[in-house]
């Protein structure tokens, strides 16, 4: 509950319905109580009423009895029987007094107070009326007379009785006849009713006082005084006759019936009691049943949830619950959502703590890199920069621009190992696998690593153990990767001693295994366990020390798991601290029956294709469109396009592009994909749409291949991978444009895309990188080394004569086909001249040309010196 | 007209019969008077107070027995309890059977004056009559009486 609210808890509430219903009962049972006392006394009066009704009736019954009794005595006597008859007054007279006082002065139940005959026709005959309360009265009651004097027949035979009032105050008349059947005189009593009453109060049990209409009191019993009072006494009327003038007593009754009012005192307060304890109980019961039914189970959820709110840990703690009361449908509910609740919070702990791993990795990873792409971006500017700046020395020079091709290439090694991996994250490398030359393949990683091991003075074999296949099916490029990232960190990390790269056969598993061994710093096995890890070196200082990416053995081994068969293609390395490393994987070289296994070296070598076609001197005739935002880019290729002798028009985009189509149709357009105002994409869509029919190549720098397949589906002819691979573009000019077919001097290309250094362990000699890549160019290279003295001398008599024009088509000549051979030192020292010439500081030219001299000299040397010049490959 | 009369009376029987069947049976046994009893005269009080006015002969049977006849009985009564009633004791009251005799006893229900008519019946008296009401209903009628 809110603290804020003023509500009240349901306890309280139980607290006022219980406090409201035990007044209400209370309430109820006063009431109760005192209906039941009104009813009670109200009977009660009711049956004392009736009671005196009754008992009034029956002694007024009796009254009349005893007074027939009495006159049917008095005629049945003879005496006055006789004396009736004999009609003397006096003797009548003498009678009636004697009887009178006979009867009067009796103490029974009949207190006569007049006696009388008369005659049959009611003429009196004789009367002796002694009454204390009206002595003067000398006529007999009236109704009873003239009720006899109308009477006929037989009636005149039955005996009349009834109350006759005098001065309000009621008497009991009597006439019956003298003489039976025949009377001859009737005879008339009279009587004072009260000596009936006093039985009535025994009978009643109560204190009554009887009063005449007129107030005058006729009978009171003893207790009457005292117990009497004006709440306690019942009062009423009682009618003596049937008739309607009937003479009428006041009853009054005393009811004081002290036991009965305590009885119903005590009988309304029980009464009292018992139900207010019943209410009382009742509600306790009922505060009881929903305490525990209702605010317990309520009472506890709240403080599961207050809990909750304190440890999430009590988050699933299940409430106990039974039976099927809404509040423990709730219980349930809120338990199943505590399960819930809690199930989905340790998802979401987990999900979050994999989220911080994965950010933590990335931010470590970017931290990295930003390192690695700095470092060698640092050194590209800086270096730059001295070459911008001043005049710098023909060493200088070199050294500059070496560093800033090394640099360069290094900085594309990190990006390729980031779009490899984002390719491996986003699961979409993808293998394409080919029959290749297992030998020719070797060649190849032999051509692109051995130098740069060799230049750190390590020795680099690679052993054959036969049988080895022919030609296996497998991918390339991937496969090439592996090696060379893997002899790359052997070559690092050693510093004396070998490399050796091992390649065999085994027949059992069908697998070409592949292992890299090297003499180099090793690893401990802590760090053998997190080297494949993405982004990790063995140690954070490695990084600092050696540098590198730390995702080529991540990549490598993700690759070797793609190449090789599902459960033997795993990377796995051996390594000693301080003693050096073997790296060793496998790879699935296709299938076992179509497998030409060879036994020795000769069946094994397969000639190169010559894809390095250095002496394929394409020339060609056509126009070329170049649509390139980059003016960098322009320069280069379009460079290379008109070396090939195409002539080249640009665009910087899309759209002029688009323009320029419009005026003329180009045997090929070569097309950057990403370029503003309009892309490659779009204008290659809206060219085709404009039926333009000539020939267009896509330039990528995303080798995606739904990228592929977006160039593809917008109407492009081919597409061609940035940084252009010169090879590649050449079989698309060749493809496309009209080749010629020319001498091998006009053929010049600058080798700015793909520079070599001439390697060798001695300064004194140079070898042609051609011939270090196949030994069957060594004839080519002598010729061209027979040529190079006349190149040098066309070019000093050029100086001499003061011929610029010559000069520096000579320089330029020498330039491309210098580099082409393989001696990317006479490039290097072509462009200084050209440089010169283009500042025309002419007299900086001799020294380059003694530098041409002595290059001359140096290859001489190297070719005298077949050793040094083989190539690596030492077979087993 | 005759034969009417006969079947008037004949239903009348019947019906009171059936009045009487119905209203013992609903009595459930307990033991009531009969009405009238064939070849007998009911009479009421006012008709016997008549009677003995008019008729001087006429003989009037008190049915009951000793105790019940000293609370009271009708002036010229004859004391004949109907446990003393036989033919016998009949003729040394009343003179010839063709005299009026009536019966009664103490009321309706006390059922002596019923078996003294038929005990007179069945000794061929001619003019019995049957006064059921009884002592009781003459003497609250008024009708004097002797003690």
């Known amino acids: ?876 | 007209m005759q034969f009417i009369n006969k079947q008037i009376l004949f239903n009348l029987f019947l019906f009171s019969t059936l009045v009487l069947s119905s209203s013992l049976s609903a009595s459930e046994g307990k033991k009531e008077m009969p009405t009238t009893v064939s070849g007998v005269e009911t009479i009421t009080s006012d008709q016997l107070a008549t009677m003995l006015i008019e008729n001087d002969d006429l003989i009037v049977i008190d049915a009951r027995i000793k105790k019940g006849r000293s609370k009271g009985f009708i002036e010229s009564s004859t004391h004949l309890a109907d446990v003393d009633t036989n033919c016998d004791t009949l003729a040394k009251v009343i003179p010839n059977k063709q005299r009026a005799v009536v019966f009664y006893c103490t009321s309706s229900k006390c059922g002596r004056s019923l078996n003294s008519v038929s005990i007179a019946l069945k000794c061929d008296y001619k003019k019995i009559y049957w006064f059921r009401d009884g002592f009781n209903v003459w003497k609250s009628s008024g009708y004097p009486f002797k003690k």
């Open chain 1, 1 to 876: 509950m809110h603290p804020t609210h003023k509500n009240f808890s349901i306890r309280t509430y139980l607290y006022i319905t219980v406090t409201l219903m035990g007044i209400l009962g209370l309430l109820l049972a006063l009431a109760t109580g005192n209906i039941y006392r009104e009813v009670t006394l109200n009977n009660n009066q009711q049956i004392i009423t009736n009671l005196v009704n009754r008992q009034l009736t029956q002694l007024s019954d009796s009254l009349a009895e005893e007074m027939r009794e009495l006159a049917t005595s008095l005629i049945s006597e003879n005496e006055f029987s006789h004396k009736t008859k004999s009609n003397n007054k006096n003797v009548i007279q003498d009678l009636l007094t004697k009887q009178f006082q006979r009867q009067f002065s009796d103490e029974g139940q009949i207190k006569l107070t007049g006696i009388a005959i008369y005659s049959v026709d009611f003429s009196q005959i004789q009367n002796v009326i002694k009454d204390d309360k009206a002595p003067e009265r000398n006529i007999a009651c009236k109704k009873l007379l003239t009720e006899a004097t109308t009477r006929t027949g037989i009636h005149k035979t039955k005996t009349y009785f009834t109350y006759c009032n005098y001065k309000n105050s009621p008497y009991f008349a009597l006439l019956t006849p003298i003489g039976g059947l025949r009377p001859y005189a009737f005879l008339y009593l009279e009587s004072d009713p009260s000596p009936v009453f006093p039985p009535l109060r025994n009978s009643i049990g109560l204190p009554i006082q009887i009063m005449t209409d007129n107030n005058k009191l006729m009978y009171e019993s003893d207790e009457w005084e005292e117990s009497h009072t004006n709440q306690n006494t019942i009062s009423f009327d009682y009618a003596l006759t049937q008739e309607t003038d009937s003479p009428k007593l006041q009853i009054n009754v005393a009811n004081n019936n002290k036991s009965l009012n305590m009885k119903l005192e005590k009988t309304r307060n029980a009464v009292m009691l018992i139900a207010l304890l019943v209410t009382l109980i009742t509600a306790l019961i009922i505060t009881w049943i929903i305490q525990k039914t209702v605010v317990t189970p309520i009472r506890t959820l709240s403080d599961q949830l207050k809990s909750l709110k304190i440890d999430r840990k009590q988050l699933g703690k299940r409430v106990s619950v039974s039976g099927n009361s809404e509040v423990n449908i709730l219980a349930s509910e809120f338990n199943s959502m505590t399960v819930e609740l809690s199930e989905a919070y340790s998802e979401l702990e987990i999900f979050a703590k994999k989220e911080k791993n994965s950010n933590d990795a990335k931010s470590a990873f970017l931290a990295n890199m930003t390192h690695e792409i700095r470092t060698p971006l640092t050194a590209i500017i800086g270096f730059s920069k001295v070459l911008q700046s001043g005049n710098p020395s023909p060493e200088k020079l070199k050294k500059s621009t070496n560093i800033i091709v090394k640099n360069s290439e290094h900085l594309l090694q990190i990006i390729n190992d980031i779009l490899d991996l984002s390719k491996i994250e986003e699961n979409m490398l993808e293998i394409s696998k080919n029959e290749i030359s297992l030998y020719q393949l070797l060649q190849d990683v032999n051509n692109i690593i051995a130098q740069s091991i060799l230049d750190k003075k390590l020795s680099f074999v690679i052993h054959y153990t036969y049988p080895l296949p022919k030609f296996i099916t497998t991918d390339e490029i991937r496969l090439k990767q592996i090696l060379i990232n893997l002899l790359a960190n052997a070559k690092k990390f050693t510093d004396k001693g070998h490399v050796y790269l091992y390649a065999s056969y085994t027949t059992e598993s069908n697998t070409v295994n592949f292992c890299v061994e090297d003499t180099g710093i090793g690893l401990s096995s802590s760090q053998q366990k997190t080297i494949f890890n993405a982004f990790t070196q063995a140690d954070s200082s490695t990084t600092k020390k050696f540098g590198g990416t730390g995702l080529g053995l991540s990549i490598s081994r993700i690759l070797s798991q793609k190449l090789g068969h599902e459960e033997n293609g795993e990377l796995v390395v051996k390594s000693e601290l301080g003693h050096g490393s073997q790296f060793s994987f496998s790879i699935d070289p296709g299938e076992k029956n179509n497998l030409t296994l060879c036994s020795d070296l000769n069946s094994f070598i397969v000639e190169d294709e010559l894809e390095y076609d250095f002496d394929n001197q394409l020339q060609v005739s056509g126009n070329i469109l170049l649509v390139e935002d980059t003016i960098d880019n322009q320069e280069l290729i379009g460079t290379i396009l008109k070396d090939v002798g195409a002539s080249v028009s640009y665009a910087n985009n899309g759209q002029e592009a688009l323009d320029l189509c419009q005026e003329e149709v180009f045997d090929l357009i070569l097309m950057d994909m990403q370029m503003p105002i309009m892309g490659g994409l779009e204008a290659v869509t809206t060219l085709r749409s404009r039926d333009y029919n000539g020939a267009i190549v896509m330039l990528t720098a995303n080798a995606f291949e739904k990228e592929k397949q977006a160039c593809i589906s917008a109407g492009c002819d081919n597409f061609l991978m940035k940084p252009l691979d010169i090879n590649a573009l050449f079989d698309n000019i060749e493809k496309y444009l009209t080749p010629l077919d020319v001498s091998l001097t006009s053929r010049s290309i600058v080798s700015t895309i793909s520079p070599e250094k001439n390697t060798t362990l001695d300064d004194s000699i140079i070898v042609s990188t051609i011939i270090t890549k196949n030994g069957k160019f060594k004839n080519l290279v002598e010729i061209f080394a027979q040529k190079l003295p006349d190149f040098i001398r066309h070019i000093s008599e050029a100086l001499d004569k003061n011929d610029i024009e010559q000069l520096t088509q000579h320089v330029h000549q020498l330039k491309g086909v210098g580099g082409n051979y393989g001696f990317i030192m006479i490039t290097d020292v072509c462009i200084i001249i050209e440089d010169k010439i283009h500042e025309k500081e002419y007299g900086d030219i001799p020294p380059c040309i003694d530098e041409l001299q002595s290059i001359y000299a140096k290859i001489i040397a190297g070719l005298d010196h077949p050793s040094e010049s083989s190539n690596n490959i030492k077979p087993k």
